[in-house]
DNA sequence: ATGAAAGCGCTAACAT
DNA sequence: ATGTTAGCGCTTTCAT
């Protein structure tokens, strides 16, 4: 049995495609369909269960009701669990989640865009690596509904779900000055991603401010081509430096930096510390024990959504900007 | 600048829609569209950025170029890192991926296919709980093309990409036994997943080629609703029975676990072993030591996409079933 | 070498 | 109370 689109169920039952559509669109009482006719619509539609072609409903209305969610890598824990919270409040509201992973590359970045904009998403939630702001700017031009997270760029305005990265990361690092430590290297990621340059810079800060010198050899970046490698060959020669504490500015390096550490400098563990922009799971077991800074998810996730809808459904010209607060997560 | 369709292009130009159409889509050579039509066509769609609208496309092509990806929770690590292999091998082929997440409820299973297929979608990948096949086998009857992974039912005929359970636990929980343990308790959530069953299998398994005797009451279930208060409750009378190591049936449960003994029974972690179905990175580092099963994550996700590939092109009968071996991780 | 027109499945303004 | 019709943006057969 092929399946049913709404002229067969119109033809099948001798009406018209428009009564079928009203009835099924529970406009039956509005558009004075009668009860009886009503019911049987209902009726044959269930017997036969007639499903809805949502692409043509979609073309129809100029709404997909779907929201693209483009992330670096949806597999990292921080993306994938406010993807599983947003996946769940925009269910709530008849939205589907489609994803895209960029590799913090602008070139895939794009691409994606493109496409998600081409099939028409009704908005798009956003970390994007901000590296060339051409096709970002030209959505924004034509008020696409768009909200960003996680990162930021100071030459765009638009709607942004972000924590306070400088504060924050000055206070863990603080910590571990507190608890004694005099010479605190740094591992990150690209920091031509503002959020983490804001994060290098609470770092600098917490140093200045508690008078030590900022040792720009102890700034190490690592190369998000080849992660793994990278945090290797830069955290070896960190360790080289014999740094007492380690600071690293998001939750992917720390990972793997915490890896490299059990395997090729496990009895250095104990007189370390280390600090990390980012809270996962792991840090609760893991060795050696991390101070990190959690940034509060199921927060971010709420008015992700939040503003999201706002956007969609006004045409207000105004961006917001909200700046939420993580917790400190101490583990020294 | 409102976006120009095909029908502003062509008046603009002063051609037809179908000429322009078809220079669009590669075939102005083999539609005698002339050369210097066609260069115009490219250069004026290339100046005003011309983007096709994918839906219109999807309702006149009848398909949609998405592929569903239906799991119990996509912020589990597990169908994370799955979805995100995949993401990459699918885009590779010009296909997007649709999230939804299932929470073992077929009730949200069933809604979240219906969704999917009204929208279109070429092919699902699903996890399924397969609590209740009726929307299953209804699709399976439309030959709509689906691959399953993970979960498996045996009253259901589908293709299928598993691992060996049922072996790889009784494995892995021999490791334990030879290494002294002689109470082994086993903590798994829901058991009316087949998988999970073949899983404590391998359990009994194992203690019973080992003469040890299976003690029902060492085998304890979660709930799913709440896991990490049942996972407490659980453990802790599992701990009351002494047991001196205990096996887990997935890294979802395992890593609650790990969190609880953490808390709670720090003092008991050096005279214990423990034993996971699924491996994560927190094993790495985690305290207590994990041996665990690690499923081929990157050869799933390969099969995933072949498969269904094959079943999205072929209109081939034959269910295919594809059972890959896991790694044994000791950490003993 | 190019165009007219039908049609994918749906909605909704406008009849009747 | 129900039907006619146009149209969303695209592809494709059949004309010319």
């Known amino acids: 049995m092929k399946k049913k689109s709404i002229k067969d169920i119109a033809q099948d039952l ?7 559509s ?10 004075n369909i009668s009860k009886k006719t009503q019911e049987k619509i209902l009726a044959y539609v269930h017997e036969v269960n007639y499903q809805p072609n949502q692409i043509a409903k979609s073309l129809k209305k100029g709404t997909t009701n779907t929201i693209g969610y483009l992330v670096p890598d949806i597999s990292n824990p921080f993306y994938a669990k406010i993807g599983r919270l947003i996946e769940d409040l925009l269910a709530a509201k008849g939205y589907h989640l489609i994803i895209g ?4 590359k602008q070139e895939k970045e794009d691409s994606l865009l493109n496409m998600f904009v081409n099939r028409q998403v009704d908005g798009l939630i956003v970390a994007s690596c ?5 096709m970002l700017k030209t959505l924004a031009a034509q008020r696409f509904p768009m909200v960003f997270f996680d990162r930021e760029s100071p030459d765009f305005n638009g709607n942004y779900i972000l924590v306070e990265n400088k504060d924050s990361m000055k206070l863990a690092v603080e910590k571990v000055i507190l608890k004694g430590a005099k010479k605190i290297g740094l591992l990150s990621i690209t920091p031509n991603v503002y959020s983490l340059k804001l994060r290098i810079d609470g770092y600098k800060q917490a140093l200045i401010e508690n008078s030590i010198e900022v040792d720009e050899d102890l700034i190490r970046i690592v190369e998000t081509d080849d992660l793994k490698e990278s945090t290797k060959t830069q955290l070896t020669s960190l360790m080289e430096q014999k740094v007492d504490a380690i600071a690293f500015t998001n939750n992917q390096i720390t990972a793997n930096a915490i890896w490299v550490m059990n395997t090729a400098f496990k009895a250095d563990l104990n007189r370390m510390d280390f600090v990390s922009f980012d809270n996962i799971d792991l840090f609760d077991y893991s060795m050696p024990r991390v101070t990190s800074v959690a940034q509060p998810i199921p927060e971010i996730a709420h008015y992700l959504v939040d503003i999201l809808e706002q956007v969609m459904q006004s045409d207000e010209e105004e ?11 101490e583990r020294l």
Chains 1, 2 share one sequence.
Do not use: A, Q, Y
């Open 319 to 329: 961006c917001k900007r909200i700046e939420l607060k993580p917790k400190l997560i």
């Open 101 to 104: 992973s960029t590799d913090e």
């Open 130 to 134: 901000f590296e060339n702001l051409g």
């Open 22 to 31: 009203f009835v099924l669109n529970n406009k039956g009482d509005e558009k």
């Open 14 to 20: 001798g009406f018209s495609k428009t009564t079928v």
